[in-house]
């Protein structure tokens, strides 16, 4: 079994920077991608970064893409996300969470994190 643990959410202004990170821990084989996603209470949960597991692949959504970073140490089983030039708009719970192949759709990831708060607020 696999376990997901987030951590370094927070509040920030507008133009602010938080790296998130996503412990792995436990038996992941078979876990082929990691990826952080995103929901705001009145939107669905999408994708906003996706990594391959030995971090030889990665996708971000069109909205971060020149802001967000996504990587993987898999020296430490770290899945982090360096965001910067944070908006409003990236105000959200964000969890990350594996699965088997790559995909944007929340109903490919069969494991997931607790998630952590990110506000970005001026």
């Known amino acids: 079994q696999i376990f997901l643990k987030e951590s370094g959410g927070g509040s920030v202004r507008p133009g602010g920077s938080l790296r998130l990170s996503c412990k792995v821990s436990g038996d992941y084989g078979g876990i082929n991608y990691f990826g952080w996603f995103r929901q705001d209470p009145r939107k669905s949960r999408e994708a906003v970064a996706l990594?391959?597991?030995?971090?030889?692949?990665?996708w971000r959504a069109g909205s971060v893409e020149d802001r967000f970073t996504i990587s993987v140490d898999t020296a430490d089983d770290t899945i982090s996300l360096q965001m910067t030039k944070l908006k409003v708009d990236d105000t959200g719970e964000y969890f990350c969470a594996g699965g088997r192949r790559f995909s944007i759709n929340v109903e490919d990831f069969t494991h997931w994190g607790q998630g952590t708060q990110v506000t970005v607020s001026s």
């Open positions: 990594v391959s597991s030995l971090g030889g692949h990665d």
